[in-house]
């Protein structure tokens, strides 16, 4: 018969918590869940900041070591895709040689929802030095617009 171990159910809990507070919080889990890592890591890569004007957004994303032609840029209405693969270092390298090998490498799709629906036609996206930069022009409708007051 097993016997019930209040420690060890508490230690199982503050575990599932910590694991919670690194998903949410990257730094909290420290340095691991800031790089790329595939699988569940590639959502969250490459880390991106998202601003705007009055005309547009912009997502910029550091992805150092991408062969542009290997990435994949797509807009469906308000939803933005960045997929890709980074590349790994020759295979020629046998594992058993390696004393570190933290740059990780393989597939990644990474989703993003702006604010409103911008105009796809317009959407240009360049990668310069090792960043991803679109820049996505806000949907005519979407802008606001000024009313005029009549006074009588």
């Keep these: 018969m097993a016997t019930w171990n209040t420690f060890q159910e508490m230690e199982q809990l503050r575990r599932e918590i910590d694991g919670m507070f ?5 730094t909290a889990g420290g340095l691991r869940n800031l790089v790329f890592l595939p699988g569940h890591a590639a959502r969250r890569y490459p880390l991106v900041n998202l601003y705007e004007d009055a ?10 070591g991408i062969d542009p032609e290997k990435l994949n840029i797509s807009i469906v209405g308000n939803i933005l895709t960045l997929s890709g693969e980074k590349l790994g270092l020759s295979k020629a390298i046998k594992a058993d040689a390696f ?3 933290e740059r990780a490498a393989g597939r990644f799709i990474r989703t993003l929802e ?5 105009d796809a036609s317009k959407v240009e996206a360049e990668y310069k030095n090792g960043i991803i930069r679109v820049t996505l022009p806000k949907a005519e409708e979407t802008k606001p617009k ?5 006074v009588n």
């Excluded at 690194?22 to 990257?26: D, I, K, T, W």
């Design 146 to 150: 000024t009313i005029k007051v009549n």
């Design 22 to 26: 690194n998903s949410f919080f990257p």
């Design 55 to 64: 005309d547009q957004f912009v997502v910029e994303a550091p992805a150092p």
């Design 114 to 118: 702006l604010p409103t629906v911008v």
């Design 99 to 101: 004393h570190r090998n």
